[in-house]
Nanobody, 126 residues
Framework: QVRLVESGGGLVQAGGSLRLSCAASGFAFNKYAMAWFRQAPEKEKEFVAVIDYTGGNSYYARSVKGRFTISRDSAKNSVDLQMSALNTDDSAIYYC???????????????????WGQGTQVIVSS
C-alpha cells in the first residue's frame, strides 16, 4: 500500500535551516507530483511547495518562495524540502502528499492529493 514517511523536523532558531525528507513507497513514484503542506495550531492546512512528476518543475507558496526548495530523487523514491531563513511563522507540522492523478504539473489544493504522511513537526524559536 501507499506509504509516506516524513523525517527531519525539529527545533531550530529563527534564521536557521532544516531539511525535511519524505520516503515514499507503494506506488509508481515517477508518475506523480509530490507536495509539502503544513498546518500550524488552530490553522488550516496550507500548501507549501509542489514538484511535478519529472522533477523539472516546482512551485511555492508566496510565503516560502526564495527560502524553501523542494526536490525529488527518483532512485530513492524520496522528496525533500530544504528550508532556510526560517521564522516563527514557519512553525507547523509538515506533511508530504502524493497527487491523486498521474502526470500533473502543479496541483496545489489539499483535496487534489490522495495520500498523506503522518507529518513531522517543525518548531522555530525566536
Amino acid at each position: 500500500q501507499v506509504r509516506l514517511v516524513e523525517s527531519g523536523g525539529g527545533l531550530v532558531q529563527a534564521g536557521g535551516s532544516l531539511r525535511l525528507s519524505c520516503a515514499a513507497s507503494g506506488f509508481a513514484f515517477n508518475k506523480y507530483a509530490m507536495a509539502w503542506f503544513r498546518q500550524a495550531p488552530e490553522k488550516e492546512k496550507e500548501f507549501v511547495a509542489v514538484i511535478d512528476y519529472t522533477g523539472g518543475n516546482s512551485y511555492y507558496a508566496r510565503s516560502v518562495k526564495g527560502r524553501f526548495t523542494i526536490s525529488r530523487d527518483s532512485a530513492k523514491n524520496s522528496v525533500d524540502l530544504q528550508m532556510s531563513a526560517l521564522n516563527t511563522d514557519d512553525s507547523a507540522i509538515y506533511y508530504c502528499a502524493v497527487d491523486q492523478h498521474m502526470y500533473r504539473t502543479s496541483p496545489r489544493v489539499a483535496q487534489e492529493f490522495s495520500y498523506w504522511g503522518q507529518g513531522t513537526q517543525v518548531i522555530v524559536s525566536s
